[in-house]
């Protein structure tokens, strides 16, 4: 008799032990749930890094036109010669004209607006950048 009173208290833990499948499915889905959150901050950490990205290489060349921009003094004489301002660059227009356009496209495109008209703004400002350095050396090579 003790033996079976023993057999059944150890059946009935390891029994009661075990999760139920709605349990496990909770457990599955809180699992899922942690997964996704965790997706959800690396796709906003990899949007904060090509916005930077994008800020960083404006700067750039911000800085690179401030130097173009210096002035220019002849030891001959006291006369000191400055450069005349050109305006903006086609890499600054495109940059902009395309970040612009990117924030247009890609609040209309996405189901979540304000998401999608930041990555269509950051996109179309590197692609209008882009273009635009291009014409940018395009035209210095042709003495323009």
Do not use: Y
Not at 92 to 120: N, P
Request: net charge positive; aromatic share 2%.
């Amino acid at each position: 008799m003790k033996k079976l009173i023993i057999i059944l208290t150890l059946s009935l833990t390891v029994f009661s032990c075990k999760p139920t499948a709605n349990e496990a499915k909770v457990v599955e889905e809180d699992k899922q749930a942690v997964i996704d959150s965790m997706n959800v901050v690396l796709a906003q950490q990899k949007m904060e890094i090509a916005k930077q990205k994008s800020i960083d290489s404006m700067q750039a060349i911000v800085e690179k036109e401030k130097h173009s921009r210096q002035a220019v003094t002849h030891t001959n004489t006291t006369t000191t010669v400055t450069e005349k301002r050109k305006g903006w660059s086609r890499a600054a227009k495109g940059a902009v004209i395309g970040a612009g356009v990117g924030a247009i496209t890609g609040a209309a495109v996405s189901k979540k607006k304000g998401e999608g008209a930041i990555i269509g703004g950051l996109a179309g400002a590197g692609l209008g950048a882009g273009t635009g350095a291009i014409i940018d050396s395009e035209k210095a090579k042709q003495g323009k």
